[in-house]
């Protein structure tokens, strides 16, 4: 008899716990809606989505307008196409550099503080965070491919190349901004956040084969140009732009880039979320 009791307890506690246990899961997701949803509206009110296209657009037009005779005079060569895909890095460059600063602005305001004291799921700040980024990512992409239409990009590589083209490009972008998102925590003022993330990936763009072909560099920087990783992401993104087939032997150097610059990611962010939740 009492165990005939106890067996509608026992199971009424467990209805009990799971049903808080579900509650608990819901409050969570809305948590974290609402983060996402703050995230959007600031990233709305800075009118960074304004600045993603016209950021692509301005380089598009500094580089394309000067430089567009001399590099057309070139055999088979056509610079609005060549520009592209340094473009559309540049585009998600943009979106990453405002991931760091906004998570820099989340700790230098005190606001991982109070996330800390509240109950909220820490990981919830961090996936509200990754999905304004992904959501700035996508918009500065297709304002880069704008920009690259407006001076005469047409894609080239097919369907299945163009998918390919802006999935990889997203996939760079998503690497980045988890990258920056640790730097942010890390560094904690958006000032030096900014200068910290913009510089390096300035210079690098400037002296890659995003711009000018290899053979246009000096003789003792060419193999730098050529190998270094913004160099290897263009010249993949060039690839699948053309008719060209994209193998392992001609995208080695992009793996090898991408799975360390991931590895990179996950270090810093993991190191950043540390230093959050002190």
């Known amino acids: 008899m009492t165990a005939q009791m106890d067996a509608p307890a026992s199971a009424g506690a467990l209805a009990s716990e799971a049903a808080l246990a579900g509650g608990a899961g819901t409050r969570a997701l809305r948590q974290t809606w609402t983060l996402t949803a703050r995230g959007l509206l600031k990233v709305l009110r800075n009118g960074e989505f304004v600045y993603a296209f016209i950021a692509p657009a301005f380089l598009a037009l500094c580089f394309y307008l000067p430089l567009r005779k001399v590099m057309d005079s070139t055999p088979g060569m056509d ?29 230098s305001q005190g606001i991982n503080a109070r996330f800390r004291v509240m109950p909220v799921p820490s990981w919830a700040p961090l996936v509200a965070r990754m999905v304004t980024n992904a959501v700035l990512l996508t918009v500065s992409i297709c304002c880069g491919a704008i920009a690259c239409l407006l001076i005469g990009w047409r894609p080239g590589g097919g369907v299945v190349g163009t998918i390919g083209l802006f999935a990889f490009g997203l996939l760079i972008g998503l690497v980045l901004a988890t990258l920056c998102d640790g730097f942010g925590m890390l560094a904690g003022s958006p000032e030096a956040t900014s200068q910290l993330m913009g510089f390096p990936v300035m210079i690098l763009g400037m002296v890659s084969t ?69």
């Open 79 to 107: 610079y609005g196409t060549f520009l592209m895909p340094i473009i559309i890095f540049q585009s998600i460059s943009f979106a990453a550099t405002s991931a760091a600063m906004r998570s820099a602005f989340d700790s």
């Open 210 to 278: 995003g711009f000018v072909p290899e053979e246009r560099f000096p003789e003792w920087i060419r193999g730098f140009a050529r190998n270094q990783p913004i160099s290897q992401f263009v010249e993949t993104m060039r690839t699948m732009d053309s008719s060209d087939t994209l193998t392992l032997a001609n995208s080695t150097g992009t793996v090898i880039c991408l799975v360390v610059l991931a590895v990179i990611a996950v270090v810093v962010l993991v190191a950043g979320l540390r230093k959050a939740h002190r």
